[in-house]
């Protein structure tokens, strides 16, 4: 019995600790959803398709690259979500995923363009839902908190169903998913013509 019993505490002290844990995380922090302008946000980045799980690398690697090669200090990284995970399937999954260069324009960084995709995301009316961030347990934790009540409220204000842009706004530590309500099919298709340094 009394192996039992410290079992039970053991079991209790883990839950507790992760409870913890996750909670510091964001896993009972309230999803804030507003609408309002957002953009125009100058982008670097490079396509992916698959997993949209592996982005992450491809952001650390152009941070590291701009960094280092460019003497560019960037505080957001961002991916833009083209498809639904629950209606494609996972290898013809479409992304794009960098770096987010403010103080600078398009000709700028005219250098960048035969390594990656260089464009403005232009300002936009957009949904806009934020979440902490506090590392990659944050991410998958707005997975699940943060799309399903921004799926409700595009539908229930009946806006149109655009890819999500992520944003990950390291000094104010929190995500923003940035659904824009005016920017049309073409917008977001012209973003995946590049991104391979054409």
Sequence with gaps: MKIIKALGIIVIFIVTVMIIILSWYGLFTPVKITQREAGPYLLVYQKHFG?????????????????????????????????????VTTDQLRSIAGCIIEGNNVKDLGNLRHKYGVKEYPLSRSIIAEFPYKGKISVFIGIFKVYPRLAAYITQQKHPQNPIMEIYDQPNRKIEYVSSIQLSKETFDSFLKLGDGK
């Design 51 to 87: 997993d949209y799980k592996n982005v992450g690398p491809i952001m650390d690697k152009i941070y590291n690259d701009l960094k280092e090669n460019y003497h560019i200090e960037t505080t957001k990284g961002f991916g833009i979500y083209f498809d639904n995970p629950q209606n």
